[in-house]
């Protein structure tokens, strides 16, 4: 299978900077999504990237590597309500394979 | 209001008795499918929909079927579930074109409990 492999949990000061990464099986390999979960929530899309280099959006960043196998999402000044889940999701062909998600903690 | 609806949210069942969740999302997507999550494993996809009569299985697809007759809807059978399907479900869709992709707008989950 695919694995996707990301931190379990993390935690961070409310104002600093974290990079959560994630890693994957290059084979067949189409495009990357973040996805921020909120507990007992839906995701949501925070970012996609196809090819190499940094995409950035507001205080969120995504980078991509495509030879490497390998991402990391960057979030700036960092606020409590960034506290979440952020879940790394690999496109392989039609299907959409998730890591198990790294859960971010915020604290003041 | 552009969504993705589920029913029911909750739903407590006992084995072999059958069950569908509906889904249903009113962005014309083409492309939805369906998820699972369970703690520590995230979500893991079980059949996926790239348009009207065109279905394939994702990754845990046993004890599962789909249909999608209308683009709209896309529900999730469990003809005879079983206490290891208890989990949170989560219906997306998405346009669909090819590569690259689109995001996936998701419901808001339907958290199922077979005894």
């Known amino acids: 299978g695919q694995n996707i492999d990301q931190p379990t949990e993390m935690t961070a000061t409310e104002g600093a900077i974290v990079q959560i990464n994630c890693t994957y099986q290059?084979?067949?390999?189409?495009?990357l999504f973040w996805y921020q979960q909120h507990a007992g929530e839906a995701p949501t899309f925070l970012s996609y990237?196809?090819?190499?280099g940094l995409e950035e959006k507001g205080r969120f960043s995504s980078f991509l590597s495509r030879s490497k196998g390998y991402s990391y999402l960057l979030l700036k000044e960092l606020q409590m309500k960034d506290s979440a889940s952020y879940l790394c999701?690999?496109?392989?062909?039609?299907?959409?394979?998730f890591g198990a998600g790294t859960i971010l903690r915020v604290k003041s | 209001e552009a969504q993705v609806t589920q029913n029911p949210r909750y739903l407590i069942t006992v084995t072999g008795k059958k069950l569908t969740v509906t889904c249903s999302q009113n962005?014309?997507?083409?492309?939805m499918s369906w998820y699972r999550q369970d703690p520590g494993l995230g979500l893991r996809q079980i059949y996926y929909?790239?348009?009207?009569?065109?279905?394939d299985k994702g990754d845990v697809p046993e004890g599962y079927k789909v249909s999608r007759k209308e683009k709209r809807n896309f529900p999730l059978i469990l003809e005879s579930p079983s206490p290891n399907q208890t989990s949170l479900y989560f219906c997306a869709s998405s346009q669909f074109s090819g590569v690259p992709s689109y995001e996936q707008y998701f419901g808001p989950g339907t958290r199922l409990t077979v005894t």
């Open positions: 962005m014309n997507h083409e492309y």
């Open positions: 999701a690999v496109e392989y062909g039609n299907k959409l394979v």
């Open positions: 990237n196809v090819l190499d």
């Open positions: 929909s790239m348009n009207v009569e065109v279905t």
């Open positions: 290059t084979s067949g390999f189409n495009g």
